[in-house]
């Protein structure tokens, strides 16, 4: 597997924000190393099994999915009920790089999600672009995402398709899997591979990836003997706002994915 050093940046001092603001521009997204407090990352993970373990996850329906031995698959809106989620969006180093890339920040906070991918049952993530569940013109929201522990190809890490943000929205349908219900067709995803090629993402605890809304990625399923879970969430440039139509057209969507899923007791 080609090294992705090359995707790479330490942020030390104002030069390495200038770098690692370029390759997020030109490539979809940019590896930040050391950059999240692992301390950090095991209290909120810690926080998490002990809400869903006494069932202080209130939206089941949309918030918590499940595999069927009680496993946890996702969780979404984490910000409502993990109070510490918030102090990653703090993190001083994450906030300066955000306006490195934006200028002036959106207020709102949305997508702080966990997505799991348990020893030999974690399942694929469908290759998608995360507009399709934002729906903001323009697009400019960064997605951070930072494992638990470690991510490799082995047990199921984060692939990109570099600069294939390059080809704007793309047409998306609701055939993913709970916690990422949208995904792209086959016969578009072809198309993106005969133009790019795909990187997978190498990830120690405390390193973070971020990527653009609309560089096409996805993950593999997990038939290692090792966990890979994650965390992530997202913040917008101040001039990004939701396309109305667009989202109440992923909402009604989503809510018919949902309900058909878990009422024929699909769980992943």
Not at 14 to 29: D, E, I, R, V
């Amino acid at each position: 597997m080609e090294s992705t050093n090359k995707y790479e940046v330490i942020l030390e001092n104002s030069k390495n924000f200038t770098t690692a603001s370029k390759l997020f521009h030109q490539n979809g997204f940019v590896i930040l190393k050391k950059i999240i407090p692992k301390s950090l990352i095991k209290k909120i993970h810690s926080e998490l099994k002990k809400k869903v373990n006494k069932n202080k996850i209130s939206n089941k329906l949309r918030d918590i999915h499940l595999f069927k031995d009680g496993t946890i698959s996702s969780a979404h809106n984490l910000i409502e009920y993990i109070p510490s989620y918030s102090l990653l969006l703090k993190i001083p180093k994450i906030e300066k790089f955000a306006k490195e890339i934006f200028g002036e920040l959106s207020k709102k906070h949305f997508n702080s999600s966990y997505f799991a991918k348990p020893k030999n049952q974690g399942l694929e993530t469908k290759p998608h672009q995360d507009n399709a569940f934002f729906c903001m013109e323009p697009p400019e929201v960064a997605t951070f995402w930072m494992p638990i522990t470690f991510a490799n190809k082995m047990n199921g890490c984060l692939y990109y398709y570099p600069k294939s943000h390059t080809l704007g929205n793309i047409k998306h349908k609701p055939e993913g899997n709970l916690g990422a219900s949208m995904t792209i067709p086959k016969n578009l995803i072809k198309k993106v591979e005969q133009k790019f090629l795909k990187k997978y993402i190498e990830l120690e605890l405390g390193d973070c990836v971020i990527h653009n809304s609309q560089v096409v990625h996805g993950s593999d399923a997990n038939h290692s003997e090792i966990d890979r879970n994650a965390f992530n969430f997202s913040i917008a440039g101040k001039l990004a706002t939701r396309n109305k139509n667009l989202y109440k057209n992923y909402q009604s969507n989503l809510s018919l994915f949902l309900h058909q899923k878990k009422n024929r007791r699909i769980t992943i």
